[in-house]
């Protein structure tokens, strides 16, 4: 029998606050990883502790940002809109206060991409020019992954695993169409 909770989520259900969507672990169902949009006002500073998460920083849209943890700052470029072009990022451990800040005369919308770790690792910073871009599929099945935190390009996180997707308009993710969920005794 399939486990009984909510896959999908309404727009705006995930919402609190000025963030655009909260969803940890716990409230998703699953074991590592969690998402928060945050929406920052120009010059807004944020400080969030990262507890028994790690991050990752991905600016999605808007005006430049900073991102301190360890008294280490660094800058996010950032770009206006998520299909703009392939951004920076940047990586903050487990146990570490992380302070977030609007620093252009933008709005900015942020992914803060996280997993539940045990494993300590130093921050990072990402330059854009260092995501590698690959192609896959082909076709309606095409699409562009940009592999800013997977592990193959980023190896200093414990449990964090992230890519950015791009399908474009009516194709599909993968081919032939599937789910990734247990099939009941009736399908």
């Known amino acids: 029998m399939i486990e009984e909770r909510q896959l999908h989520r309404p727009a705006r259900s995930l919402a609190n606050g000025t963030d655009a969507c909260v969803l940890t672990p716990e409230e998703a169902g699953w074991t590592y990883s969690g998402l928060r949009i945050v929406r920052m006002s ?18 999605l849209s808007g005006g430049t940002s900073a991102v301190t943890a360890e008294d280490t700052r660094y ?11 392939v951004t920076d990022w940047a990586y903050v451990p487990i146990e ?12 900015v919308e ?8 045990t494993q300590r690792f130093a921050p990072h910073y990402g330059a854009a020019e260092d995501v590698s871009v690959e192609l896959r ?6 699409r562009q992954i940009n592999n ?5 390009q980023f190896a200093g996180a414990d449990k964090l695993m992230c890519v950015e997707v791009y399908t474009p308009d009516g194709n ?9 969920d247990d099939s009941p005794e009736c399908e």
């Open 42 to 59: 120009p010059g807004e500073v944020r400080s969030i502790e990262t507890g028994g998460d790690e991050f990752a920083v991905l600016p």
């Open 75 to 85: 800058d996010l470029y950032g770009r206006d809109t998520v299909f703009a072009r």
């Open 96 to 107: 570490t206060t992380m302070t977030i800040e609007a620093t252009g005369d933008r709005p």
């Open 110 to 117: 942020l992914a803060l991409c996280s997993a539940r770790a």
């Open 137 to 142: 599929g082909g076709g309606q099945a095409s």
């Open 148 to 152: 800013f935190c997977s592990p193959e």
């Open 172 to 180: 599909w993710s993968s081919y032939p169409p599937h789910k990734h």
